[in-house]
DNA sequence: AGATCGCCCTGCTTGC
DNA sequence: TGCAAGCAGGGCGATC
């Protein structure tokens, strides 16, 4: 699934083979994908007719295309299974195809929103004037993000009665970190995903910061290479790092660090998988 | 207001 | 073989 590396590598390809252009016409062929436009399909249609597309540009997993002169961007976020495509006209429509933009020029290309689950979408929002969608407002920074405060983060932390696993997944905390990210990072740190926030010193919270920028700018660097074409590059799965995993999805297979086999919980209608070893939970609260 | 829970959705896997 | 349950899970609104 799609987090932070996987919508950067779009982010990339769109850059490349969509910006400039300038949408002639859009076709929406699922309603759900376009829910959080609430003025429905044939308004989200006329206001992409004829905007040029500026540079593409991202907040941890939500992306969007600003639409030149216009204040408003396109906002799209991938959701569980979320893909941008650029297609050349003709090719076969794929199975879960929810929208297709035609551009005014003689490039031979198409962008589509391809989306099994329909948890992503597309949607058009005024822009504010920090460059932001409006709806994004409240979407920390990303920990890519050259501006991502790092003392904000921790005092945020150790404020908060939560885990470090649930803060991670707080995207007005830190974005762009997901379930498989979130365990990389954790085991790198040889922190339990159910340790209180309040008891981060500040060197184990810039320790493990340092590991969510690793794993996913090794992430990042792979999932590169893999674009190289009309393919914007998402494809719903972790891609050429799934090799590279220390910890998600790993249930029983030992630790890399000291073979103990790993573990899956159940937490919070999903899993974490950790090391027992490695990653001690915390001494329960009296 | 911060923390928690349930829901949205579909395809693959598992179990009876 | 067939069907149902389980699982994947980001984000958001409702609730406490």
């Known amino acids: ?7 950067e590598v779009v982010r990339r390809g769109l850059e490349r083979w969509v910006g400039g252009r300038t949408v002639a016409e ?3 062929l699922h309603p759900r994908a376009i829910r959080r436009h609430l003025a429905g399909a044939a308004d989200f249609a006329d206001r992409l007719r004829g905007a040029r597309v500026g540079t593409p540009r991202r907040r941890g997993k939500y992306l969007w295309l600003p639409l030149e002169g216009t204040g408003h961007c396109v906002l799209a976020h991938l959701g569980m299974s979320g893909q941008l495509l650029v297609q050349p006209h003709g ?5 879960h ?18 989306d099994q689950r329909t948890f992503g979408g597309l949607s058009l929002h005024p822009v504010t004037p920090d460059g ?16 991502f405060d ?13 885990t470090v696993k649930r803060a991670l997944l707080d995207q007005s905390l830190i974005s762009g970190v997901g379930n498989i990210y979130a365990d990389e990072a954790l085991w790198r740190s040889r922190l339990h995903y159910d340790r209180p926030t309040a008891t981060l010193t500040r060197p184990r919270t810039t320790e493990l910061l340092g590991h969510v920028r690793d794993v996913m700018n090794a992430a990042l660097a792979v999932g590169g290479t893999s674009f190289d074409s009309l393919y914007v590059n998402v494809n719903g799965e972790s891609g050429y790092f799934e090799r590279s995993l220390d910890a998600y999805g790993r249930e029983g297979r030992p ?11 159940p937490w919070m209608n999903r899993s974490s998988y ?7 939970p915390p001494r329960p609260a009296r």
Request: glycine content about 2%; hydrophobic content about 35%.
């Open 150 to 162: 790092e003392t904000a983060f921790h005092t945020a932390l150790r404020r908060r009665r939560s």
């Open 1 to 7: 699934m799609p987090e932070l590396p996987e919508v």
């Open 132 to 147: 932001l969608p409006d709806v994004v407002a409240h979407i920390a920074r990303d920990p890519l993000d050259p501006a």
């Open 255 to 265: 630790c890399r660090r000291c073979a103990t086999p790993l573990r899956r919980s």
């Open 274 to 280: 950790f090391c027992p070893r490695c990653q001690r």
């Open 26 to 28: 859009t076709e929406v």
């Open 97 to 114: 195809l929810r929208v297709r933009v035609r551009f005014a020029d003689t490039e031979g290309t198409e962008l589509r929103f391809v």
């Open 91 to 95: 090719a076969p429509d794929e199975k």
